[in-house]
T-cell receptor
Framework: GAVVSQHPSWVICKSGTSVKIECRSLDFQATTMFWYRQFPKQSLMLMATSNEGSKATYEQGVEKDKFLINHASLTLSTLTVTSAHPEDSSFYIC????????????FGPGTRLTVL | AQSVTQPDIHITVSEGASLELRCNYSYGATPYLFWYVQSPGQGLQLLLKYFSGDTLVQGIKGFEAEFKRSQSSFNLRKPSVHWSDAAEYFCAYGAGGTSYGKLTFGQGTILTVHP
């Protein structure tokens, strides 16, 4: 299957700082990527749909000014958590749609964010 | 809004025993349904998916799932569990049309396998 990577795998930051998380499709191009958030012992919640070359589409209740998404190339989407606070601590997971061979989503390993 | 329910938060089985993980969805139209497995440090891996056609779907690692429209269910089964199957399993509903690709996940079921 196709491979999706995330960087960093974990990050600890101080309250008020911004953190950028990268999602890369390593061996395929993805016009669409998705960002999910997973709280401990809970399910994945879709945050936004990232479209290459256009603005991201955010789910209801997700602050677009808080979670900035940029999909500048066909293999890279970034999620920036701005002015992070402890309640933003979570596990962030991205996925990328591969439409040529598998026609399915492939998920990254996730990024653990801890805000102190 | 559509929802996906996995009634069992945690299931424990003995190695070699059969397994069934339950999943119910609430949505009117024909759904796209998926089962994923999540292991620590690894991304979610697709086990199988149902779009249309045969209601019994075969997946990887010996898993299968049956779509039952009358019961709004898509239960995952495996006849003989291996210790390496211990992980968390997620059922998901996929939207179609302009929302194609968006997934709604169930709460997840943690599977523990005893030797």
């Amino acid at each position: 299957g196709a491979v999706v990577s995330q960087h960093p795998s974990w990050v600890i930051c101080k309250s008020g700082t911004s953190v950028k998380i990268e999602c890369r499709s390593l061996d395929f191009q993805a016009t669409t990527m998705f960002w999910y958030r997973q709280f401990p012992k809970q399910s994945l919640m879709l945050m936004a749909t990232s479209n290459e070359g256009s603005k991201a589409t955010y789910e209801q209740g997700v602050e677009k000014d808080k979670f900035l998404i940029n999909h500048a190339s066909l293999t890279l989407s970034t999620l920036t958590v701005t002015s992070a606070h402890p309640e933003d601590s979570s596990f962030y997971i991205c996925s990328a749609r591969e439409t040529i061979i598998h026609n399915e989503q492939f998920f990254g390993p996730g990024t653990r964010l801890t805000v102190l | 809004a559509q929802s996906v329910t996995q009634p069992d938060i945690h299931i424990t089985v003995s190695e070699g025993a059969s397994l069934e993980l339950r999943c119910n969805y609430s949505y009117g139209a024909t759904p796209y349904l998926f089962w994923y497995v999540q292991s620590p440090g690894q991304g979610l891996q697709l086990l199988l998916k149902y779009f249309s056609g045969d209601t019994l779907v075969q997946g990887i690692k010996g898993f299968e799932a049956e779509f039952k429209r009358s019961q709004s269910s898509f239960n995952l089964r495996k006849p003989s569990v291996h210790w390496s199957d211990a992980a968390e399993y997620f059922c998901a509903y996929g939207a179609g049309g302009t929302s194609y690709g968006k997934l709604t996940f169930g709460q997840g079921t943690i599977l523990t396998v005893h030797p």
